[in-house]
């Protein structure tokens, strides 16, 4: 089994243990919402059906990726993941801080009436074990990646590409986040017997789950209008490249990110004038190799043979050094 495939049964199974969990803890938090009487309990729930949602649209954006490429789709199917994921974001955003938004202002204007809170209390225990749960499957997976790639594990959340563990570990931060809102607006009704601190609980979760769906939305838009490859590893390709014989410069160094371990480069090459045709094949496929041992997330090359002279005339400067 490849790093890749590994990798990707890996997030699978982040995904499916986070979905689980919040169909579970979706069904609970609106039985005890009803009971209780509590928006904030509502929010909750609803907060918790976005996020099933989303882990749904979130497999399914794992399945679809995973195909192979074809005489349609050439540079395979590793975008099509981010579309997917594009929407789980909206569906966040839809489903789980709209309507905390909207139930936490009309409990503030119209008020309500409190119920019995011990259901709701019970419930938001459970779930706070089962998201935790949810939560540490998601960081040992982000944090087994991380140092994968010898990355700092802040640093490899805010950029990685594997947004399906990035949309679960942010999730269920924000879910155990809600159930502390939701716990502190039930305890503040009951001492005060006012509905306002549970209205006030829900606007609270319904601000962090925009802010979520900001936040993922952002990350899968970069992707899909296209990223390029961190810098420090431009920067190591361009050195990789410069240490094969009969290569003199790179002109030009593109990269595109199209999966989670799946990259592409391409290049404008300045090989040596005395090189023969033979001698640069083969130092295109010694290039390839090289790349693709050091960066096995590199899956396409292309080099393109390019006259030095040639790359400065295009660009009105003097050709001639």
């Known amino acids: 089994m490849t790093s890749a495939e590994e990798g990707g049964g890996e997030s699978t199974m982040t995904v499916i243990v986070a979905a689980v969990a919040n169909l579970g803890i979706a069904l609970a938090k609106a039985v005890a919402g009803v009971i209780s009487g509590s928006s904030?309990?509502?929010?909750?729930?609803?907060?918790?059906?976005?996020?099933?949602?989303?882990?749904?649209?979130?497999?399914?954006?794992?399945?679809?990726?995973?195909?192979?490429?074809?005489?349609?789709?050439?540079?395979?199917?590793?975008?099509?993941?981010?579309?997917?994921?594009?929407?789980?974001?909206?569906?966040?955003?839809?489903?789980?801080?709209?309507?905390?938004?909207y139930d936490g202002i009309h409990t503030l204007v119209a008020g309500e009436e409190l119920g019995d809170p011990l259901v709701s209390y019970i419930v938001l225990a459970v779930a706070f074990v089962l998201e935790g749960f949810s939560l540490r499957t998601g960081l040992r997976q982000a944090r087994g990646e991380a140092a994968r790639v010898r990355a700092p594990f802040r640093l490899y959340l805010r950029h990685t590409p594997d947004t399906a563990v990035k949309a679960v570990v942010l999730e269920d931060s924000a879910a155990l986040i809600g159930l502390v809102?939701?716990?502190?607006?039930?305890?503040?009704?009951?001492?005060?017997?006012?509905?306002?601190?549970?209205?006030?609980?829900?606007?609270?979760?319904?601000?962090?789950?925009?802010?979520?769906?900001?936040?993922?939305?952002?990350?899968?838009?970069?992707?899909?209008i296209g990223r390029p490859l961190p810098k420090t590893m431009r920067d190591?390709?361009?050195?990789?490249?410069?240490?094969?014989?009969?290569?003199?410069?790179v002109l030009e160094l593109t990269t595109l990110v199209q999966g989670p371990r799946e990259a592409l480069v391409a290049a404008k090459i300045d090989f040596r004038d005395r090189s023969t045709a033979a001698q640069i094949e083969w130092a295109c496929e010694a290039a390839e190799l090289r790349l693709r041992s050091v960066f096995p997330a590199v899956t396409r090359v292309y080099l393109d043979p390019t006259p030095g002279f040639a790359q400065r005339r295009s660009e009105g400067l003097n050709p001639w050094p």
Do not use: C
């Open 236 to 249: 190591r390709i361009r050195a990789e490249l410069l240490d094969v014989e009969h290569i003199e410069s």
């Open 40 to 101: 904030a309990m509502l929010s909750e729930a609803a907060h918790s059906v976005a996020d099933t949602v989303t882990e749904v649209l979130l497999l399914t954006a794992l399945k679809r990726s995973e195909k192979p490429a074809d005489e349609d789709h050439p540079l395979g199917y590793g975008p099509e993941r981010y579309i997917w994921a594009m929407l789980a974001a909206v569906a966040t955003f839809v489903g789980g801080a709209v309507f905390s938004l």
């Open 181 to 224: 809102l939701a716990a502190g607006g039930l305890l503040g009704g009951q001492l005060t017997g006012s509905g306002a601190w549970d209205g006030v609980a829900s606007v609270l979760i319904g601000l962090l789950l925009l802010v979520v769906a900001w936040v993922l939305g952002r990350s899968n838009a970069e992707l899909l």
